[in-house]
């Protein structure tokens, strides 16, 4: 086995989002020290110049608005940049139950378990890390070609002049820097552009993947379930070991084994399923700490950024096309940023539907009395599917989001009648 095959027990499934948010600056990933003190003087540029003056950029630029196209595409980024902050405030004022987060989808690896749940766990964690990392970097691409658009926009209508810039426009960004040379400001203006949308998409693709994970818990915990009523499991030979040497190997704490068959106690195997479960829930209870109260308004902000670009692009069709191509650009990512919260509920969802099926496999009575009492029992808290809510009013699921897309498009259609 290689040893950079090996993920080591205290290191978090979250590990690349966060890394990624602290690549933005806005994740301290240390604790204490020089680095931490280091690292806050990045943050506090990050957050007062290009989150908090980006802001106030914007509010002055949408009451400045020429037009009703330059009042809607500000008016979006304000609702963009509102939303961001938002969720941002929740990530930082939860700083400690962000940590606890992150650290607690291994407490499942503390478990004693056979060689066949270890190889299933490495197929099922190996699975969600790659899904997750490949989201998060697929999430970031996405919001590229709006970026490039939206520059080229301003790039044509700029004509080479700095004070044309929205930077440099208006107070109080135009002040924060102090330049004359018109490529090294559009430069600068475009990376804090996109930092700001990479802020806004790579926090989304972190809640995305903690629904990956929490599915990935669900998983380990009904293919522990189907098993819980064994009483001996063979233990694996070396060429099956072998198959799976290309699989990452996630560290564990491993069981005693004294002979060829290892003997199971199925009381416990269904504790252990009971225990898990009960920390399946307070991940749950943790996500919904952090993020409960500002899930609902980013749906409904969600909901306004998807009408807001469609009749731009009603509103733009007569006139220049670059206003309804930055619109659907603009579209693209809002649109999957919703997908990612619907989506990763839909996850979680669908899977902790199976358990009380799982629960069913384990053949139940077949075992002792004891045995029976803990699974009836079981029965009554696996029952009801874990659904994460947005305030407790919209369930994050493939419903929600097909209903928020329908009410997007009437609410475009009813604007459109009114402007003929």
Known sequence: MEKNNIFPIDKSYLHFSLKCLSFLGVWNPYKKGL????????????????????????????????NSLQFLQQFSLFCVITANIIIYIAFLSHRVEVWKLAGSFNWERYLPGTEEITHYRNRVLANGLRTSKTFTMSIGFAVIPYFIFSYYAIFCEADY?????????????????????????????????????????????????????????FKILNFRLERCHMTTCKIRDDAENNED??????????RKISDESLSLNPNEQLINCIKLHQQILRISQLFK???????LPQLLISLLLITVPLLQMVLGKDGDHTDSVVA???????????LTLCWGGNLSLIESDKSSNSLYEAHCYERDKEFRDNAKIFLGAVKNSLIISAGGLYDLSAVTFKNLLSKAYSGVAVLKNLNE
């Open 328 to 338: 659907v650009e603009f579209l693209i990512p809002v649109i999957l940023q919703l």
């Open 289 to 295: 700490n952090i993020y409960d109260n500002v899930l």
């Open 35 to 66: 680095k931490y003190w280091i690292y806050q003087a990045y943050w506090a540029y990050v957050v007062n110049v290009i989150m908090a003056m980006r802001l106030m950029n914007t509010i002055v630029l949408l009451i400045n608005a020429e």
């Open 161 to 217: 002049e700095v004070g044309s810039l929205p930077i440099f426009r208006v107070a109080p960004m135009k002040y924060s820097l102090i330049l004359t040379n018109f490529w090294v400001a559009f430069v600068i203006d475009y990376i804090y552009f996109v930092v700001l949308g990479l802020i806004a998409v790579i926090h989304n693709a972190f809640i995305m993947s903690v629904m990956i994970n929490v599915k990935g818990q």
């Open 245 to 254: 040497s290309d699989v990452v190997h996630f560290e564990y704490v491993e």
